[in-house]
């Protein structure tokens, strides 16, 4: 298992109610767990560090590889993607994501999108939504500066400084402006996740009375557009809708 070694001064930065649960144990006693084999151990250890307020790529691909191991295939992918907000260009993330959905048995092919579209998305998709502001933010505040120099009454600034820059550089900001709120509707606003539950039942409607629709299994993929007396109602990705219960269901 690589990347077991989360740094001593990352467990020392945790909240006072992680300390109280020794979080060095807690990381030990996990490592040793998946060393042996006891893999829903690990898991239970690797997610008391993350609920103690630790939200590191590190430990979500630790805990992804405890989950993968104890045939959580949906839990694995929660994980792997939640580190891959902190980590977007993270090599083993992706690849361990890329291969734990293998292992999902529903294929469901994804609605087809225009060539821009996939193209913008996957160049945002190796940003995280903090790179993205302060990108934003430092180009903004470069602009900003560059026009009050182009534009000071001071004739010899104006020619040393051409308007076609200055206007190309507010381009590029309305561009990683663009890329900003992309991240945030991918990491705030959608309400991206897996099914977690080895196999459950997606109907017509929030309860058991309405129609059954298809039987989903762990690791299928979708998005929650609402939540209703215990049921999400959850658009997948070939743009078919139905109702799960919130159990099976897991929000990224």
Same mark, same amino acid.
């Given at each position: 298992?690589?990347?077991?070694?989360?740094?001593?001064?990352? !467990?020392?930065?945790?909240? &006072?109610?992680?300390?109280?649960?020794?979080?060095?144990?807690?990381?030990?006693? %996990? $490592?040793?767990?998946?060393?042996?084999?006891?893999?829903?151990?690990? %898991?239970?250890?690797?997610? /008391? @560090?993350?609920?103690?307020?630790?939200?590191?790529?590190?430990?979500?691909?630790?805990?992804?590889?405890?989950?993968?191991?104890?045939?959580?295939?949906?839990?694995? !992918?929660?994980?792997?993607?939640?580190?891959?907000?902190?980590?977007?260009?993270?090599?083993?993330?992706?690849?361990?994501?890329?291969? $734990?959905?293998?292992? =999902?048995?529903?294929? @469901?092919?994804?609605?087809?999108?225009?060539?821009?579209?996939?193209?913008?998305?996957?160049?945002?998709?190796?940003?995280?939504?903090?790179?993205?502001?302060?990108?934003?933010?430092? @180009? +903004?505040?470069?602009? %900003?500066?560059?026009?009050?120099?182009?534009?000071?009454?001071?004739?010899?600034? /104006?020619?040393?400084?051409?308007l076609w820059l200055v206007t190309g550089i507010?381009?590029?900001?309305? &561009? %990683?402006?663009?890329?900003?709120?992309?991240?945030?509707?991918?990491?705030?606003?959608?309400?991206?996740? +897996?099914? @977690?539950?080895?196999?459950?039942?997606?109907?017509?409607?929030?309860?058991?009375?309405?129609?059954?629709?298809?039987? =989903?299994?762990?690791?299928?993929?979708?998005?929650?557009? /609402?939540?209703?007396?215990?049921?999400?109602?959850?658009?997948?990705?070939?743009?078919?809708?139905?109702?799960?219960? $919130?159990?099976?269901?897991?929000?990224?």
């Amino acid at each position: 298992m690589r990347r077991l070694l989360v740094l001593l001064l990352l !467990l020392s930065a945790a909240p &006072v109610t992680l300390r109280a649960q020794d979080p060095q144990k807690l990381f030990d006693d %996990a $490592v040793s767990a998946y060393q042996r084999g006891r893999y829903d151990s690990a %898991a239970i250890g690797f997610s /008391r @560090i993350v609920q103690g307020g630790i939200d590191d790529p590190r430990v979500w691909y630790n805990l992804g590889n405890s989950h993968f191991k104890s045939g959580h295939i949906g839990a694995a !992918l929660v994980s792997y993607r939640r580190g891959l907000r902190l980590a977007p260009r993270d090599a083993d993330l992706m690849a361990n994501l890329r291969y $734990v959905r293998l292992f =999902a048995v529903d294929k @469901i092919e994804p609605v087809g999108e225009l060539f821009l579209t996939t193209w913008w998305r996957a160049a945002v998709d190796r940003l995280s939504l903090q790179e993205a502001r302060w990108l934003a933010s430092l @180009i +903004f505040w470069l602009a %900003a500066v560059l026009t009050v120099w182009r534009f000071w009454p001071d004739p010899s600034r /104006r020619a040393r400084l051409p308007l076609w820059l200055v206007t190309g550089i507010w381009v590029v900001w309305l &561009v %990683a402006t663009g890329a900003s709120a992309t991240c945030y509707a991918r990491d705030v606003a959608a309400r991206d996740g +897996f099914v @977690i539950a080895t196999q459950t039942e997606v109907r017509g409607g929030p309860g058991d009375e309405y129609t059954l629709q298809f039987v =989903a299994h762990d690791g299928l993929a979708g998005a929650v557009e /609402r939540t209703e007396s215990g049921w999400h109602l959850v658009r997948f990705p070939n743009g078919l809708k139905g109702w799960l219960p $919130v159990s099976s269901f897991e929000i990224i």
